[in-house]
């Protein structure tokens, strides 16, 4: 669940605009009233306002803001703004062109949206880019991580909530063979993970650990080093567990030394809207402090304000 | 360019329902009347007689059509009226099923519909078959097969006019040494061929030849018994010159001993209000015979009457 919250009666987009024109004129910005407007209006309210602000000021919101704003508090504005398949875009490309084997941008984005709002992204790409978002990651990547991570961006997976016994048993056997052989970038690997629905992975996996004794997850740590290895627990991880997934991200992004604020931003702008109610629950149980409070001992400012805002603290 | 006819004032999708239901009535069924209607209405116009049908008489039109008809008109009529997505969601699923190294039906759904309406095979796949178009692709192919089919049904090609030159020569350089070392199921070709926009690929393909001194397709000739070798050949044909493909299936399955009429059928129902002119131009320019003609000869009855309506003949 979402944990952005939109206020019962909520001012028309052109009065958004309005105002928003205001908190960029004179001496200033009120940065304030940005965020009581933006950080209180979901994706479909927000699209208004951008449409009715650039028709009224001749100018994109997001080229406002990017003049009145700096740094992360600018950040993540820009990032909460964007319609969520553009800003996926944004991120993925992004990802693509500074790719190193330990980034997880763009497995996230591919295991964590649904089927649709992954076509959604696509679709956004070639708008953007002029070209395919698989293209771009097919270009960009190598050996096993371009054999894993070409499928996973152009899969559009079964959604509902169907599972075969028989298979998931006969699957979970094939992917106990080739992980006890380590052949961990085996053809039969990457083809159940990227192919099969969720709910047939999560039946799979369940036989896996029933049958096999140990999670999937668990045998698939055999070589801590591994950036391959790591990158299938994290396909795994953000296909069946995606708010363990990310309080992860966050939790490591907060204890680094010197917060990582483009991992923080990034976590709080794509989910807020989505499911933060379970990752916040999640980050609770697993460091016993809440993640506002996490948050405000790690930033300030502005920036805190709009983070906590987006997580409903 | 379609050769489907539709007249300037037709029916309504009720008095077209009525005029179906009473060719099924009584005594035999009116062929002639069916062929009137349905062969002259494009897919939007069948979907609403579909709907009008199902909500007046309690029963699918194609269920209607099933128990009325038989044979190869029987064929040619419940392939023609389905939604062309459905239609190819079917016929993609047939090919998965029965799938040998020899079937191009999956190659010629991947390849030669835009990407917007190969999501929408992707749409109408899951809500018939309750699992993905790759997914059943990919369990039902191995090796270089796979490779290949998985990328190609997931694609979601950029369809923009932008060439960009500079890869269009690196591309070219890099498939002429990979297939002059016979490395065809190289990642690399794979990768271009798989995701590349068909404009991007034209401009790599017409560099290759000035470059390299051949076609690409006739240095994928070197061993003609290679099924793989094939299917590659058959992708690029599908991507870059459709009208030429359908014309050599038109002319296999009508120069065949004892007519293939499901391929027949299959081309004609998925091309009649696409690009069936450039294929009928295609195939007088290759067999001197139109291919109205050709059909005449080969087949007979209401299949004839039902082809020859769709082909506009």
């Given at each position: 669940?979402a944990?952005l919250t939109?206020?019962?009666?909520?001012?028309s987009p052109t009065?958004?605009s309005e105002q928003?024109?205001?908190a960029?004129?004179?001496?200033?910005?009120?940065e304030g009233l940005?965020i009581?407007?933006?950080a209180h209006?979901?994706?479909?309210?927000?699209?208004?306002?951008r449409?009715?602000y650039?028709e009224?000021y001749?100018?994109?919101?997001?080229?406002?803001?990017?003049k009145?704003l700096?740094?992360?508090?600018e950040?993540?504005?820009?990032l909460?703004?964007l319609?969520?398949?553009?800003?996926d875009?944004?991120?993925?490309?992004e990802?693509?062109?500074?790719w190193t084997s330990?980034n997880?941008?763009i497995?996230e984005?591919a295991?964590?949206?649904?089927?649709?709002?992954?076509?959604?992204v696509?679709?956004a790409?070639h708008a953007?880019?002029?070209?395919s978002?698989?293209?771009?990651?097919a270009a960009h990547?190598?050996?096993d991580?371009?054999?894993?991570l070409v499928?996973?961006?152009s899969s559009?997976?079964y959604?509902?909530?169907?599972v075969n016994?028989?298979?998931?048993?006969s699957?979970?056997?094939?992917?106990h063979?080739?992980i006890?052989?380590k052949?961990?970038?085996h053809?039969?690997?990457i083809?159940?993970l990227?192919?099969?629905?969720?709910?047939?992975?999560?039946a799979t996996?369940?036989?896996?650990?029933?049958?096999?004794g140990n999670?999937i997850?668990?045998?698939l740590?055999a070589d801590?080093?591994?950036d391959?290895?790591?990158?299938?627990?994290?396909?795994i991880?953000c296909?069946?567990t995606p708010e363990?997934?990310?309080e992860?991200?966050?939790?490591?992004?907060?204890?680094?030394?010197g917060?990582?604020e483009w991992?923080l931003t990034?976590?709080?702008?794509?989910?807020?809207e989505?499911?933060?109610?379970?990752?916040?629950?999640?980050?609770?149980r697993?460091?016993?402090?809440?993640l506002?409070?996490?948050i405000?001992g790690?930033?300030?400012g502005d920036y805190?304000?709009m983070?906590l805002a987006l997580?409903g603290a």
């Amino acid at each position: 669940m979402a944990t952005l919250t939109v206020p019962q009666s909520i001012p028309s987009p052109t009065e958004d605009s309005e105002q928003l024109r205001n908190a960029f004129k004179g001496w200033g910005t009120n940065e304030g009233l940005i965020i009581s407007i933006l950080a209180h209006r979901n994706a479909a309210q927000r699209k208004l306002i951008r449409q009715t602000y650039a028709e009224t000021y001749g100018e994109d919101l997001l080229q406002s803001l990017d003049k009145e704003l700096s740094s992360d508090f600018e950040g993540i504005v820009l990032l909460w703004t964007l319609d969520p398949a553009e800003r996926d875009a944004l991120l993925a490309n992004e990802a693509t062109r500074k790719w190193t084997s330990n980034n997880r941008v763009i497995l996230e984005i591919a295991c964590t949206r649904s089927s649709h709002d992954l076509l959604l992204v696509r679709q956004a790409y070639h708008a953007r880019f002029k070209r395919s978002l698989e293209e771009d990651v097919a270009a960009h990547t190598t050996g096993d991580f371009r054999k894993l991570l070409v499928p996973l961006v152009s899969s559009y997976r079964y959604e509902g909530p169907e599972v075969n016994v028989t298979l998931a048993k006969s699957e979970a056997k094939i992917l106990h063979n080739n992980i006890s052989e380590k052949a961990y970038n085996h053809d039969e690997i990457i083809r159940i993970l990227t192919t099969r629905s969720k709910t047939q992975l999560n039946a799979t996996f369940n036989h896996y650990n029933n049958e096999f004794g140990n999670a999937i997850t668990k045998d698939l740590k055999a070589d801590p080093e591994d950036d391959f290895l790591a990158a299938v627990r994290t396909t795994i991880k953000c296909l069946l567990t995606p708010e363990k997934y990310f309080e992860k991200v966050l939790r490591l992004a907060i204890n680094k030394l010197g917060t990582d604020e483009w991992a923080l931003t990034r976590v709080v702008a794509t989910r807020a809207e989505v499911d933060m109610k379970q990752i916040k629950e999640e980050y609770y149980r697993r460091n016993s402090v809440p993640l506002d409070h996490a948050i405000k001992g790690d930033t300030s400012g502005d920036y805190e304000a709009m983070l906590l805002a987006l997580i409903g603290a």
